[in-house]
Each structure stands twice: as structure tokens, then as C-alpha cells.
Nanobody, 127 residues
Framework: QVQLAESGGGLVQAGGSLRLSCAAS????????MGWFRQTPGKEREFVAA????????YYADSVKGRFTISRENAENTVYLQMNNLKPEDTAVYYC????????????????????WGQGTQVTVSS
């Protein structure tokens, strides 16, 4: 089974930027859509962004459109989340995940569609 490891989180002031990375190893990557989710204690896991297995096509939650960009480098087995103009409400643990389907036509925002998850990286945005 693929292993995912997130990195790049930290503490930033509102309006700042961070780039999260997710490195995959031990399993298939380039044939799977990838997604980013976030979670705050006491809340359900929230969809943030996803990208098609081959790149190009992306989908974002309304709350992050225009501020976040998901990308991937299949040769490096890595997916990224560039986060700009961060807001305090972006504070959460961010997780990357792999879609369970092989070369799916459409990407999904449903957490149940993803079968592998990283342990998360904390993002904290101060006012």
C-alpha cells in the first residue's frame, strides 16, 4: 500500500503563504487522482482540492478558490498545495490522500473515495 507523507506546514500571519508537499512511496501514484483535505478538532474532514491522475484538471472548495493551487509532479511522486493569502479560518491539519480508483475520468471531493492518507501537517494562521 502506498505511504503518504505531508510536509511544509507551520505558523504564518494572515495574508502569508505556505506550500505543502506530499511525497508518495511504496505504491502507485501516477495513475491516481490526489486530493487535499483539512480537519479541525470537533469537525468533519473537509475537502480542499483535488487533481486528476494525469494533472491538468483540478477542483477546489469554494472557500479556497483563487487562493490555493494544487499541482503534482508524477516523476517525483509528489503532490503540492500552494496556499496564498492565508486566513485564520484556514487553520487546520492538512492531509493528502490517494483516490482508490485507477485513472478515473472524474475527480472526487468525497473523502470515502480515497483509500490512503498521510498523517497530516499542521497549518496555523494568526490574525
Amino acid at each position: 500500500q502506498v505511504q503518504l507523507a505531508e510536509s511544509g506546514g507551520g505558523l504564518v500571519q494572515a495574508g502569508g503563504s505556505l506550500r505543502l508537499s506530499c511525497a508518495a512511496s511504496g505504491g502507485t501514484f501516477s495513475t491516481r487522482a490526489m486530493g487535499w483535505f483539512r480537519q479541525t478538532p470537533g469537525k468533519e474532514r473537509e475537502f480542499v482540492a483535488a487533481i486528476r491522475w494525469s494533472g491538468g484538471s483540478t477542483y477546489y472548495a469554494d472557500s479556497v478558490k483563487g487562493r490555493f493551487t494544487i499541482s503534482r509532479e508524477n516523476a517525483e511522486n509528489t503532490v503540492y498545495l500552494q496556499m496564498n493569502n492565508l486566513k485564520p479560518e484556514d487553520t487546520a491539519v492538512y492531509y493528502c490522500a490517494r483516490d482508490r480508483r485507477v485513472r478515473p475520468e472524474h475527480i472526487s471531493r468525497w473523502h470515502g473515495q480515497y483509500d490512503s492518507w498521510g498523517q497530516g501537517t499542521q497549518v496555523t494562521v494568526s490574525s
